[in-house]
């Protein structure tokens, strides 16, 4: 059928296409939807809400205002654990995880797309191979490192050290996917582009810092944020070098209570959990169409 | 390339600025807190090592030295503040790590407490020497200060002071991470530590040698819902006498639990705890007659006919649908103690901390209103009757377990005051005191009635029944207390719980430590129970038979080359045995 009217059919099809599609695709992801939904609403109720309806929902702020306290006992004073101190140490080793595996990967990543260098195709052929490698398989490994590191330094027992180290270990875990990443942006930009800079007399370091860097700046903004998220969501390396100097954070306290379920109310292990996710959740639906297309092969700049 | 060496020698300048803008801050800080094996976390101005040390040994007689400990707190604490101040130590630090249920708290102020006490003698005694505690946390999972204390001991950050179940004992006495106090305890054995009851002595020695106190210790009641006992026809009081004379074994629970569910009185028969407190079904084990300590001091005994006929009762229970198949799974906050305090089972397997978690928690549905609510006081004693846990078949007697939690002490305590190496015994001995003052009799009856646990000395039970004692805490009137800190933490959970019916319970409780069991000290004993609850869960699903669980249980014991050489297997399952 031609004309208008097989137009108008053609988009009406499509948009029925688009409807089903649509359904199926919430109908898939209804269970994750329903689980982290109910996490959320039982989080300002007085009991856990396990009716997809709503029935059992008796709204409070209490769950919140108790996490919030830190308070873990009905004592009115002395024994709160200080949560702001938690956020505030859990968001430095996500930012500096973000910061330092962002910038590695980028100059990482410059290397390997413009430079010849012996046992480059190798080298990256086995990136990905490295990031298969999860981080609590080579925790013992690392944990030699630090013991040995800190005993070489005199600095066994030292907070900052095991703030840095957790940073620089748990970065290095990021390093080549982000790497990957980039790897990919670079490759998009042309090379005309730079060698022109370069005949313009611009140094090497000048093409990378002037003209590349800010060329797949979207990228920086993908991979600042997946860094980020990682270090965030971390947990081991938290509780095996951090935990162990008497530095709480997010996820060994939430996994301290979540363990204590028999003792506290599980709304408060609800309002822990989403104030976990939060970044998360914000990062998500803010910059979800950045990160998908990050993944799928980079963006134009 | 050149402009390839260029970026070269950028990236290796910026790494270089790296580790020096690290290392001038590391350098900072290193300053401000020196690492710790040479940490004086004092002024240096209090703590002049450097001055203090020579000064003796310039005149050779009047080097001090630490009297031998008398077993009286004031002398021996006045006789440790002039040895360490003849060294120019004016002020020690302990770090203290405690865990448990919110009312438990008493576990990291006790310490806190004792160390107000024991400054409060020094000043009366015109010493300049105070005593200063730290709270590293009061963790909310029982377990989080032993296993922050075995990470943290190797890295030396480890609390000086840890008050976790006895269970971690041998483990930790293994590797050397505590301080033996056996000579301490022997100072003291028959003065401040005369009237601790004598069956929790076992719980804190391992090998022969003792590596902790007592702190507190439970039992676990049978719990008999009253309301439910009736509907079928029973006096639940004459259950609860019956069972504790060993007239009713689990024979007879199997038959009252399967009428009162024919009698559509409750939908279950008998619940218990599960998961992480699997512990408490072990009872089933002692219950039939089972004991895992035999000739040899060394091995871990396994009764198999003992395991074999817990393994029935669980099995028999979940197919006549009396215990949930799937109770190993329950929810403790939707399902467990609604079920229990909405009376829809007969028999709850608990803890004596469940009668005042039952009045602070809202598991209870008014009838009325159809809220949620906690119980009052008065409520728990009507809806509940009590009792041991029911012997295995007659003739044997009924029993009950106990965890006791424990303080131990970290064998580099006080590591972090000046001089260490040289003046560490002071130090241990500082730390052992303020454990042995955390045990006064007023706070371990104050932490007793707060958390519902069964007092760990005579004295303290004794304070339990001074009607004035328990009106000054009903009223909130803490005076006893030395640390106003601790008055105020206190306060509160005071009024809310030191109520007669609660101090009158954990007075009728008391009786129980005379049947109670504690799970032995040994290093096999911990992958064995996991086994047992792994047995248990097969069991009530279904999934094994109860020969082929125990059959499972020996199996395990026989792959694992270590628990086969520590484990000795007694007896055989019993043939011609049935259940019920």
């Known amino acids: 059928m031609a004309g208008p009217a097989g137009e108008v059919l053609a988009a009406t099809v499509s948009r029925r296409l688009k409807i089903v599609i649509a359904l199926a695709l919430l109908t898939a992801s209804t269970p994750i939807l329903l689980t982290y939904g109910l996490l959320i609403i039982s989080s300002f109720s007085e009991n856990m809400v396990t009716d997809p309806l709503l029935r059992d929902l008796s709204p409070t702020l209490s769950n919140w205002i108790t996490f919030l306290q830190g308070r873990l006992t009905y004592a009115p004073e002395g024994l709160e654990r200080n949560v702001v101190e938690m956020v505030v140490v859990t968001l430095v080793v996500a930012l500096g995880v973000a910061f330092t595996a962002t910038l590695v990967s980028l100059l990482a990543a410059y290397s390997i797309s413009r430079m010849n260098f012996r046992g480059r195709r190798v080298f990256t052929a086995s990136l990905i191979l490295l990031h298969a490698f999860p981080g609590v398989a080579l925790i013992i490994g690392v944990y030699m490192v630090f013991l040995s590191v800190g005993k070489a330094l005199g600095l066994l027992g030292n907070e900052f050290y095991a703030l840095t180290y957790v940073i620089l270990a748990r970065a290095a875990l990021e390093v080549p996917m982000a790497t990957w990443l980039f790897k990919g942006f670079f490759d998009k930009i042309p090379w005309e582009i730079e060698w022109s800079a370069l005949v313009d007399g611009a140094s090497r370091v000048t093409v990378w810092r002037k003209i590349l860097v800010p060329m797949v700046k979207p990228g920086i903004a993908a991979v600042l944020i997946f860094t980020f998220l990682a270090g965030w969501e971390e947990f081991i390396y938290f509780y095996v070098f951090l935990a162990p100097l008497g530095i709480d954070s997010l996820p060994t306290f939430i996994e301290e209570i979540v363990g204590a379920a028999e003792y506290y109310q599980l709304t408060i292990v609800a309002a822990a959990g989403t104030f976990y996710l939060l970044p998360t959740i914000i990062f998500f639906v803010f910059t979800q169409k950045l990160l998908l297309e990050a993944y799928s092969g980079g963006l134009k700049g | 390339m050149a402009q390839n060496r260029q970026l070269l020698l950028i990236a290796v300048g910026i790494v270089a600025i790296i580790i020096v803008i690290g290392a001038i801050i590391l350098a900072t800080r290193g300053g401000e807190q020196p690492a710790p094996e040479e940490a004086p976390e004092t002024p240096p101005a209090e703590t002049p090592r450097e001055e203090a040390t020579p000064t003796p040994r310039e005149e050779a007689p009047a080097k001090p030295e630490l009297k031998p400990l008398t077993g009286n707190v004031e002398e021996d604490i006045v006789n440790i503040a002039k040895y360490l101040e003849a060294f120019g130590v004016k002020e020690v630090t302990y770090k203290v790590h405690g865990a448990g249920d919110p009312n438990s708290i008493m576990r990291v102020y006790g310490v806190v407490e004792a160390a107000a006490r024991l400054n409060k ?209 329950w929810d403790w906050g939707k399902q467990i103690h609604p079920t229990v305090v909405n009376g829809n089972t007969a028999f709850w397997i608990g803890g004596v901390w469940h009668w005042t978690e039952w009045q602070t928690k809202k598991y209870f549905t008014d009838p009325q209103t159809g809220e949620l609510r906690s119980l009052t006081p008065e409520e728990v004693k009507e809806k509940f009757a009590y009792s041991l846990f029911p012997a295995g078949e007659p003739g044997l007697k ?174 055989e399952i019993p043939q011609g045995w049935s259940f019920p």
């Not at chain 2, 970290?410 to 005191?433: C, D, M, Q, T, V």
């Open chain 2, 121 to 329: 003698i020094l000043e009366e005694n015109g010493m300049d020497l105070r005593i200063n505690v730290e709270i590293v946390d009061f963790s909310a999972r029982a377990d989080e200060p032993a296993e922050r204390f075995q990470q943290s001991f190797p890295l030396r950050q480890e609390a000086d002071i840890i008050a976790v179940s006895f269970r971690w004992i041998a483990t930790f006495a293994e590797e050397g991470y505590l301080l033996d106090i056996t000579e301490y305890v022997n100072a003291y054995k028959n003065t401040e530590l005369a009237d601790y009851f004598e069956s929790l002595w076992a719980s804190v020695t391992y090998k022969g040698r003792i590596y902790a106190l007592p702190q507190d210790t439970e039992a676990r009641p049978l719990y008999i819902i009253r309301a439910v006992l009736e509907c079928a026809g029973y006096d639940p009081d004459d259950v609860a006498r019956r069972i504790d004379a060993g007239e009713i074994t689990w024979r007879e629970i199997f038959q009252i639990a399967e009428d009162v569910k024919e009698k559509g009185c409750a939908e279950w028969g008998v619940l218990h705890r599960k998961g992480t407190a699997h512990p408490d079904l072990v009872q089933f084990y002692y219950a039939f007659g089972g004991s895992f300590t035999g000739p040899d001091p060394e091995k871990l005994y396994l009764d198999v006919d003992a395991l074999y006929k817990w393994l029935a009762v669980e099995y028999a229970l979940a197919r006549a649908g009396l215990t949930p198949e799937n109770m190993m799974e």
């Open chain 2, 398 to 571: 009924p029993v009950t377990l106990s965890q006791p939690f424990v303080w131990m002490i970290s064998a580099n305590a006080g590591k972090f005051n000046p001089n260490y190496e040289e003046l560490k015994e002071a130090y241990h001995r500082i730390a052992f005191l303020l454990i042995v003052k955390a045990n006064d009799p007023d706070l371990v009856a104050i932490h007793s009635i707060v958390s519902a646990h069964i007092p760990i000395r005579q004295k303290a039970a004794e304070l339990m029944e001074d009607p004035e004692f328990l009106n000054k805490l009903a009223t909130g009137n803490l005076d006893m207390f030395v640390s106003k800190e601790v008055a105020n933490a206190f306060v509160e959970i005071a009024k809310k719980t030191a109520h007669p019916i609660n101090i009158e319970f954990l007075k009728n409780t008391a009786y129980m430590l005379e049947y109670t069991n504690i799970t032995p000290l040994h290093p096999a004993y911990q992958p064995l129970a996991d086994i047992f609850k792994e047995a248990v869960d097969f069991v009530l699903k279904g999934q094994m038979t109860p020969e082929e669980a125990t059959e499972y249980v020996l199996q395990k014991i026989r792959a694992d080359p270590e628990l086969a050489a520590m484990i000795e297997v007694r007896g």
